[in-house]
């Protein structure tokens, strides 16, 4: 099956530092959402992306599709922005996610 | 509107015990799934299902047993459970069963088996 990896694994960011979170995918895909699972376990979508970019406030996310990428661009982070963030592809009717990328904001 | 709930929050329950998750979405999706995520790793597909058919069952034992009821409601029925079962539970639905279509989650039902 395809293979989903993201990185860092685990990231500390002082509070208005901006960062980037990758994630690698084995297959050609046809959906790649990101999400942000917040501490109580909610899994809010943040982006449906299966190719191109996309802006939301301080969220950015660009996915190069022949390249097999994707990465989602945090600026001017806030503590609120705490938690994991998972990238998820489907390319055979069911969705595989990336590890999760442990996000902290430090105020 | 692209909000699914789900009841309850939270179940604590013995292993000789029966219970059921809720999972409900208004969207108009037709497709509904059921994942299972343990601390610290990401969610993992446990069924899907298709215009109120199950279409995939990713090999979980007959402990969960699915149950949807109509377009709208999804179940899932617990019996027998062991310790190591204990997770998060989570319903998702999308518009249609197939790879482009975006998918929506529940806040989750957090299941302890004693």
């Known amino acids: 099956g395809i293979q989903v990896e993201q990185s860092p694994p685990d990231l500390i960011l002082q509070e208005g530092a901006n960062s980037t979170l990758r994630c690698n995918f084995s297959d050609s895909v046809n959906n790649l959402q990101w999400f942000h699972q917040n501490p109580w376990g909610q899994l809010i979508n943040l982006f449906y992306?299966?190719?191109g970019t996309k802006q939301n406030g301080r969220l950015s996310a660009t996915t190069v599709a022949t390249e097999r990428y994707s990465l989602l661009y945090i600026s001017s982070s806030q503590t609120t922005d705490s938690g994991v963030y998972f990238c998820?592809?489907?390319?055979?009717?069911?969705?595989?996610f990336g590890g999760g990328t442990r996000l902290m904001v430090k105020p | 509107d692209t909000e699914v709930t789900q009841t309850p929050k939270h179940l604590v329950m013995g292993m000789t015990n029966k219970k059921s998750l809720k999972c409900e979405q208004h969207?108009?999706?037709?497709?509904m799934y059921w994942y299972k995520q343990k601390a610290k790793k990401p969610p993992e597909l446990m069924f899907v299902?298709?215009?109120?058919?199950?279409?995939i069952n990713e090999s979980v034992p007959s402990r969960f047993s699915p149950e949807c009821p109509n377009s709208s409601l999804l179940n899932l029925h617990l019996h027998a459970l062991q310790p190591e079962d204990s997770a998060l539970y989570l319903c998702?639905?999308?518009?249609?069963?197939?790879?482009?279509?975006?998918?929506?989650f529940g806040p989750g039902t957090r299941l302890t088996v004693t």
């Open positions: 969207m108009g999706h037709r497709a």
């Open positions: 998820a592809v489907n390319a055979g009717n069911m969705l595989t």
């Open positions: 299902y298709s215009y109120e058919k199950l279409s």
């Open positions: 998702a639905s999308s518009h249609a069963p197939g790879q482009s279509y975006e998918q929506y």
């Open positions: 992306i299966p190719s």
